[in-house]
């Protein structure tokens, strides 16, 4: 599968532990992203209902889900539709894996203390992972593995989701023009 340098298409991966505000930064991000075209969020639990009804949360399925996951995001990409990927994706490899399967990538660490992702926690993972209901909370059993040279880093403590959108923004603005694509962003 070969994606055309051309396109204006491109991948972010908004990585993170759980609630710490990757799914708040892609909704801030999504309507900025479609003034040049499609955009398309793969959120990962929602994915994850389709791919695995009734996950384990397994090392073994976790490589699949991820594995399929960037399969997903590349398609879209080479159909020139951007993808946002809003996947903890605990582990380096998975992210990587999208990354060599897709050359417009921009890898987002959304930086923040497990304290505070326990706080925000409005879906209950950290309380089912504190209770013994699951095992695999990245950050609490699961390592999360946070990136070693993302092109963007948000510190979730200092910034708004919609200043959060605007460091993105302008990542995605040099890349583009590195491929000869002028982007004017509005505010």
């Known amino acids: 599968m070969t994606i055309e340098a051309t396109s204006k298409a491109f991948a972010i991966w908004l990585t993170g532990l759980p609630a710490s505000g990757k799914s708040t930064i892609a909704a801030a991000l999504k309507p900025k992203l479609e003034e040049i075209g499609p955009v398309e969020v793969l959120e990962s639990d929602a994915v994850r209902r389709m791919l695995t009804p009734h996950p384990t949360y397994s090392v073994a399925e976790r490589d699949l889900f991820y594995r399929s996951l960037a399969f997903m995001g590349a398609r879209l990409v080479a159909h020139g539709v951007t993808v946002i ?13 999208a990354r060599s399967l897709i050359p417009q990538f921009i890898e987002v660490a959304v930086e923040c203390p497990l304290e505070l992702a326990m706080q925000r926690d409005y879906k209950g993972t950290y309380q089912r992972g504190q209770q013994g209901e699951s095992s695999t909370v990245p950050g609490l059993q699961d390592p999360y593995e946070a990136p070693a040279h993302p092109e963007v880093a948000i510190d979730a403590t200092a910034l708004s989701a919609n200043d959060a959108a605007r460091k993105v923004l302008e990542v995605v603005k040099e890349k583009l023009a590195q491929r000869g694509i002028v982007w004017v962003i509005f505010a």
């Open 85 to 97: 990927f809003d996947a903890t994706g605990n582990r380096r490899a998975y992210r990587d894996f």
